[in-house]
């Protein structure tokens, strides 16, 4: 079908401290289950969504977290994070949860999905989008 | 004495601006929920926390840093406390101010 567009989420909202991070994972599933091009976009504060090691216990919410590792099944591949928003939490890609997928194209390789990206090229990113939902 | 309390992130909001720039001397800030992103080491805020630890005393909720998965980042000085901690601050003092 010729139906399918290109769709970034653009997460800029702390998991946990308000509903925007989880429900934008629920959105995200359904757009990857209608067999759309879903991307990721993670800036501002959304950087932390993705955060390695959260543990949820303590505060007795659910931890969503792993979700996204598990994503990539989903032939979601690219996940966009924003260099100047961990610079500005003092955070590198190594604090982030390892995000990967398996390239069918390249003998199922199993390759990062996380891709930096700067200000510039996240609004490069945004205008080649069919749709943007903000969250 | 005063507790101020703030449970908004720095990055997002000017909450914990306003509360390191109005807190008085000898007061506790305890950083709670999404507050907890304030003692992130390294950041671009960290310097003014760590700048105001000198004149009052910065606690954090253990369970909101680990649950953000910052616990092992955590600036220096500042004292972790878990829920029996934060009614025992809640109680020391004689009054809250939550920067919300």
Redesign the interface.
């Known amino acids: 079908m010729s139906d399918t567009k290109k769709f970034l989420y653009v997460n800029r ?6 509903i925007y991070a989880l429900e934008s994972l629920e959105v995200v599933l359904i757009g990857a289950a209608f067999e759309q091009d879903v991307q990721l976009l993670f800036m ?2 959304g950087v ?1 969504q993705i ?9 007795e ?1 659910k ?1 969503f ?1 792993p979700t996204y590792t598990a994503l990539g099944d989903y032939e979601i591949t690219k996940m966009y994070v924003s260099q100047e928003s961990l610079d ?3 955070l590198t890609i190594d ?1 982030l949860m390892p995000l990967t997928y398996e390239d069918e194209d390249d003998d199922w390789a199993e390759k990062s999905s996380i891709i930096v990206v700067n200000n510039a090229e996240i609004a490069a990113l945004m205008e080649e989008q069919d749709v943007v939902l903000s969250f | 004495m005063m507790l101020h309390t703030v ?3 720095p ?2 909001k000017n909450s914990l601006n306003s509360c390191l720039n109005c807190a008085a001397e000898g007061s506790t800030i305890l950083l709670i ?2 507050g907890v ?1 304030g003692a ?5 805020i ?1 310097d003014k926390v760590q700048a105001a630890m000198g004149k009052v005393t910065v606690c954090a909720l ?3 840093l ?8 955590v600036i220096d000085g500042i004292k972790v406390v ?1 829920y029996a901690g934060f009614v025992a601050l809640s109680v020391e003092n004689d009054k809250v101010q939550a920067w919300l």
Do not use: H, M
């Open positions: 909202k702390a998991p946990y401290g308000t501002d504060d932390f955060a390695k090691g959260q543990d949820t216990k303590g505060i919410n931890n977290s500005e939490r003092g604090d | 449970n908004k992130s990055f997002e929920e999404d992103y992130l080491k390294g950041s671009s960290a253990g369970p909101d680990a649950a953000r998965g910052i616990a092992d980042k878990d």
